[in-house]
Structures are given as C-alpha cells and as structure tokens.
C-alpha cells in the first residue's frame, strides 16, 4: 500500500476553484444533495463539489466488481475509492489495484485501511490528471457525476483501457447505450473500437446522500480487433460528423453535403437504411453499414 499526496496546494486550490464553477454551471439540479442542515458547512461544500454519494450497499458494488469481468491477472484503476466499499469489493477479484481520489480525508482512509494490503494503491490526486498508463488495465468506479464527460473521454483517448465499467447518472447510461432507441454522435463515432453496454440500473436510495435520480451501471469493452483500422475509422467519424450536423433534417439530407445524391441512394439500398431516418435514430451497425457501401 502506498500513500502519495501529489497535488500541490497552489495548483489544487486552482482546481477546486475551477471545479466549483463547473459543478454549479453543469448541475445545477445536483445543487441540493449535500443533505447537510443548511449546505454551507466545509464538508457539506466538499461532499457537492466532489459529488460525494456513497454507495451503501456491499451487494451492488459485488455485482459492479464481478460484471466488469475483472479477471485475476488484472490491473485496475478506480476513480474515486470513497469509504472503499467497490474497492473492497474488487479486491479479491485482481492482481492489483490503484485508486485515484482527490479528497485528502478518503484517500488518507483508503490509505490507512489497506495499509498491510500490498494490493491496493491510494493516490491523493485528481483522476482526470494522470496520464494513460503502458500497461493495459480495467477501469471500475462510481465517478463522480460531474466529472462524467471528462472520465468518459479520458477512458475512450486510453488505448490501454480494456474496459471501464461505471455507476453514472440513469439518464446518461442509457443515452450512451441506445437504450431510449436513439444513438449519440460519442457512441456512434466510437463503436468501431468500444462496445458500450447497460448492465444494469441501481435505486438512488442505495447512496447516501440519496441523489436526485437513479444510476445505472455503464460497461464500455474496448473491442480487441476494432471494426475498423485507423484510416478507415478516420473516415468513418467524417461521415458520422457530417451526419450528425442535422443539415437537411434527415440522415440522407445531411450526408448529400458530401456525396452525390445517385451514390447515396445506391448506398443507403445497400446497407439497407432508412434515408428519411433522423440522423439519432440511426443504429451504429447501420452507419457501420452504410460506410461500407459507400466504400465498395
Ligand atoms: C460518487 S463518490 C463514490 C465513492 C465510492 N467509490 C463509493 O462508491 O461509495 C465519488 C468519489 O470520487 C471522488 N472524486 C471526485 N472528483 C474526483 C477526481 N477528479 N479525481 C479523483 N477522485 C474524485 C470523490 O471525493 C468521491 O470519493
């Protein structure tokens, strides 16, 4: 075990000052989750700007520990160990792990509590500063809402990261996955290297502080022979982004930007497409599809 207090104070306090912003301008619907009487003390500040809502119940964080398919020769990364309940729950199930938290009390716990455990690692540090490791690992945590976006595009900028597997918002699992039989633009512009699953939701009132809404479990598998090589997913994100700027209204309207309108009727009879879909609608094996027709 090792503690290691990494962040200097100017540059932290920079941060915490650069986080409070982001937190009150992205969330402000999480304004109210400190559950503090008044929401003004420093922990009470600390538990918001960290979004701090631990998770209560040792069975899910073992469901989240043994769906992530962490294996035993695994390295793992957790974001935010918190009082550590996913990290005793992953414990046993890898070779090693190292965890990342930038409030000075938790990470100072995790560290004290796997003292003796040459397993576990804590760093006193803000997740999103530590730089894409040699080694291929999994990733597992219960992130910190706010910094979603961030997390998420750390992990997909990774190519060492096998596989991230993360308790979100609801809402955000489920658009990232098509569960509302709609796609977005990260999810399509990815899927040729990242497969992105929803294994599960988990009641809000299994956190303390219970948060406004539910979360769900968001499993993305880094794909070991992506679906395209490195140019073609080049053009494939072109085509995605184009289809995506919504010119025209529908999919075939918007790609005709690009490609003339014989070609792209050709293509979209191929790959078998819907040209009047609305580009959100669109599944990414469909877009998978229509790049290959519009290739051949
Ligand atoms: C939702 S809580 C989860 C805590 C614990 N894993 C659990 O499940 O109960 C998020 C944790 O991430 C920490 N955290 C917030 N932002 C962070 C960052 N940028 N880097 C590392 N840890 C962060 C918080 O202090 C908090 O412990």
Redesign the pocket.
């Known amino acids: 075990m090792q503690y290691r207090d990494s962040v200097h104070r100017s540059a932290h306090d920079d941060r915490r000052r650069r986080?409070g912003r982001f937190d009150r301008s992205r969330h402000p619907s999480r304004g109210g989750m400190g559950e503090h009487p008044g929401g003004h003390d420093r922990r009470g500040n600390?538990r918001k700007r960290?979004?701090?809502?631990?998770?209560?119940d040792p069975q899910i964080?073992a469901t989240v520990a043994r769906r992530s398919g962490v294996e035993s020769d695994d390295a793992v990364i957790?974001?935010?160990?918190?009082?550590?309940?996913?990290?005793r729950a992953l414990q046993p199930l890898c070779r090693e792990i190292t965890a990342?938290?930038?409030?000075p009390k938790?990470a100072k716990l995790i560290s004290e509590k796997h003292r003796d455990d040459p397993k576990v690692t804590c760093h006193h540090?803000?997740?999103?500063t530590v730089p894409a490791p040699r080694e291929a690992f999994r990733l597992v945590?219960?992130?910190?809402?706010?910094?979603t976006s961030?997390i998420i595009d750390w992990c997909l900028a990774t190519p060492t990261l096998k596989s991230a597997t993360l308790?979100t918002q609801w809402e955000y699992a489920r658009k990232r996955t098509g569960d509302y039989g709609r796609w977005s633009r990260l999810t399509v512009l990815s899927w040729p290297q990242v497969e992105w699953r929803l294994l599960g939701r988990v009641d809000r009132r299994k956190?303390n502080p219970v948060p406004s809404v539910d979360s769900g479990i968001l499993h993305l598998e880094r794909r070991k022979t992506p679906l395209l090589v490195p140019f073609q997913q080049r053009d494939f994100e072109e085509m995605v982004r184009l289809g995506f700027t919504g010119i025209g209204g529908d999919i075939f309207r918007s790609l005709r930007q690009a490609v003339s309108t014989e070609r792209l009727r050709q293509a979209f009879r191929d790959a078998d497409v819907n040209p009047r879909a609305q580009v959100g609608y669109v599944s990414p094996q469909e877009w998978l599809r229509l790049y290959d027709s519009l290739m051949s």
């Open positions: 986080q600390t960290l979004s701090q809502n631990f998770l209560t964080a957790e974001v935010g160990p918190g009082r550590g309940i996913l990290t990342y938290e930038l409030d938790y540090q803000d997740f999103l945590a219960n992130i910190p809402y706010s910094r961030d308790i956190f």
